[in-house]
């Protein structure tokens, strides 16, 4: 917002040309982010262990996560706190992708606040129900693709990698696409949040590669010469983008093992939202199964598991979501961790190297 004054002075001063320039708040989003994040993580880990506001541990998970009980949650307060300060500073409100994914990362807040603040207060694993969860995610899933479609910021072709044209006109069927993706991230992401700094790390990869993404969808010339939609005002989300990956890497500051703080559904349920709406608004809903790879792995191990204990009594797995897998193998909590941000890191870079073959 403090763009929208200081652009203007332009015409006074040369030195806030900077202003119009979105690599320069790209940059600027980035180290404001981190340093926000960082210094408000501190002060409410503080708060959380005064208050005792800790996480409960269920104790049919693996015993290596008994030892974290009380482990202060609700990071995420700080993660959007820092995102939404820098967009403030940074960010153009002028732009309609913006403000969908903005309205769509704090709709979900909202809920992982309530779910977490219940789970903190009557110390259990309870929150709000799986039912009410998914009837909110929906429906502001809906009204942000409603938005996006009736605003003209996208079509409804559905756009695939490796095609110059889209696949196919989905019309108003794209909605129910739109809401798949928003609230498959969403949840996908909340089901990797289950290993300390496990979630951080794809949350940063995803979104520095959407960042480019949306950087170039939203370049006309760029767009064009590498066969991709040219989507108005998508540049903007590169600046949003950043913003996330260094409130992130705040957060991850204190949440790497041992962890000092979880981020909780307020950070994981927002965060995954977040991430789906910039891949719908930048068109690479598909390309998005690669860039979230981690997150798609980890829902699909959860569903595999439930499908095979419901059909077959048995399970494919020690323990879902995956990650526990591993650790009931004998793996490290770390050594998990860090290979699961090993292969986020190779999946950005395969997505990244799609854009030149089209
Ligand atoms: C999120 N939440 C963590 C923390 C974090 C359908 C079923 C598979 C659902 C799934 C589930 O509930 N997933 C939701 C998982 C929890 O972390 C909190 O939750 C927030 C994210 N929403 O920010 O506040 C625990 O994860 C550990 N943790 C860390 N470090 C971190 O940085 O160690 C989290 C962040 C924390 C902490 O222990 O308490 C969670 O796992 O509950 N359910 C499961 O994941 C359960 N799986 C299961 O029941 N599998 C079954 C079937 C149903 C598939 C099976 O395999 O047979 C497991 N969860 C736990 N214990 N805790 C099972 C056992």
Redesign the pocket.
């Known amino acids: 917002m403090l763009f929208h004054f200081l652009y203007p002075l332009s015409s006074d001063a040369f030195i806030f040309n900077v202003f119009k320039y979105i690599t320069f708040r790209t940059f600027i989003a980035f180290i404001l982010a981190t340093a926000f994040s960082i210094i408000l993580g501190k002060k409410f880990i503080k708060f959380m262990q005064k208050k005792q506001f800790g996480?409960?541990?269920?104790d049919?998970?693996?015993s290596s996560?008994l030892k974290?009980q009380g482990t202060p949650?609700m990071g995420g307060i700080f993660i959007i706190g820092s995102i939404i300060l820098t967009m403030l500073i940074t960010g153009n409100f002028n732009s309609y992708p913006i403000l969908i994914s903005l309205f769509v990362m704090l709709s979900y807040f909202f809920l992982g606040f309530r779910d977490?603040y219940l789970k903190v207060i009557y110390k259990n694993?309870k929150g709000v129900s799986a039912k009410g969860k998914l009837v909110w995610q929906i429906l502001t899933a809906a009204v942000a693709g409603f938005l996006l479609i009736k605003l003209n910021v996208i079509d409804t072709t559905l756009r695939i990698p490796f095609l110059k044209e889209p696949l196919i006109d989905l019309g108003s069927f794209y909605i129910l696409f739109i809401v798949l993706v928003i609230v498959g991230s969403s949840n996908a992401v909340?089901?990797t949040?289950?290993?300390?700094?496990?979630?951080s790390g794809p949350v940063i990869t995803s979104s520095a590669t959407l960042g480019i993404l949306a950087y170039i969808t939203g370049h006309y010339v760029i767009a064009n010469y590498l066969y991709i939609p040219h989507i108005q005002g998508a540049s903007e989300l590169a600046v949003l983008a950043m913003a996330t990956v260094g409130a992130t890497v705040g957060f991850l500051w204190y949440?790497t093992y041992p962890?000092q703080i979880?981020?909780?559904?307020v950070?994981?349920l927002s965060l995954g939202g977040l991430l789906g709406t910039i891949a719908v608004v930048t068109k690479n809903e598909i390309l998005f199964v690669v860039i979230g790879g981690v997150f798609v792995m980890e829902a699909i191990s959860?569903i595999l598991?439930?499908g095979s204990?419901k059909l077959r009594k048995k399970?494919i797995?020690k323990?879902?979501?995956i990650h526990?897998h591993f650790e009931l193998k004998g793996w490290a909590e770390p050594k998990v961790i860090v290979r699961f941000w090993v292969i986020s890191i190779i999946l950005a870079i395969l997505s990244l190297a799609t854009l030149k073959l089209r």
């Open positions: 996480q409960f541990i269920r049919d998970g693996p996560h974290k949650t977490d694993s909340n089901l949040d289950g290993l300390d700094g496990l979630v949440n962890a979880f981020m909780g559904d950070g994981s959860v598991q439930v204990y399970r797995f323990m879902a979501p526990h």
